[in-house]
């Protein structure tokens, strides 16, 4: 059972993490509707196989921190200015007028799925955090397979929030900026509560 949790951890994480209307999954959404659905699930798999890696790179630091008794604490700090600061983020985003850019239909999609992914700075503090947290309350196991497990999940998770875009592109165009406020808005107090809540672990 432990195995197909940490599983669902890494594609409940990616798939809510990247569900907000920005760079990937708004790239996929156009991408869908002036291209076409085959090149725009490409740049989502291309996309997801950063993910992967960048799941891959956060766990890895988490282990290595958790390791270190010494610094957990100091993380644990980390962890709640990480939520802050994702907080601000996302609230900043929801206050934001989305206005999707046509995308150039020429080039590779999968590379630029690729790139466009590893130039996203927030996904390896994104995943760092949430894998302390859930450490911390003895939900995620940072070792062999678990490690592999949550990573595998993370990149289905993201390719099915790409696919949710994708799928649903010629509905989300028409209300992206209502969709993009109201989920901004429930990411920043979710962030909040996460870092209000370690905040108050902490100091108990």
């Known amino acids: ?34 291209t076409g659905k085959l090149e725009s699930v490409t740049f989502a798999v291309g996309a997801s196989i950063v993910v992967f890696f960048q799941a891959g790179i956060a766990l890895y630091f988490a282990d290595y921190f958790l390791k270190n008794p010494t610094v957990v604490e100091t993380l644990k700090i980390v962890a709640v200015f990480v939520f802050f600061i994702l907080s601000i983020f996302f609230f900043s985003l929801s206050r934001k007028k989305l206005n999707p850019k046509t995308t150039n239909a020429k080039g590779n999609f999968f590379l630029k799925g690729m790139g466009m992914s590893a130039i996203n700075m927030l996904a390896i503090p ?79």
């Open 1 to 34: 059972m432990d195995y197909f949790n940490h599983i669902l951890y890494g594609i409940f994480m990616a798939y809510f993490g990247l569900i907000s209307p920005g760079m990937l999954n708004m790239t996929a959404l156009k991408i869908r509707i002036n």
């Open 126 to 204: 994104f995943y760092l955090g949430l894998s302390i947290y859930l450490t911390s309350i003895n939900k995620l196991i940072i070792e062999q397979p678990y490690i592999l497990l949550f990573v595998f999940g993370a990149g289905i998770g993201s390719f099915l929030i790409f696919y949710t875009y994708i799928l649903f592109a010629n509905i989300i165009i028409k209300k992206v900026s209502y969709i993009a406020k109201n989920i901004n808005l429930l990411l920043a107090l979710l962030f909040l509560l996460l870092g209000i809540f370690t905040m108050i672990k902490i100091l108990k």
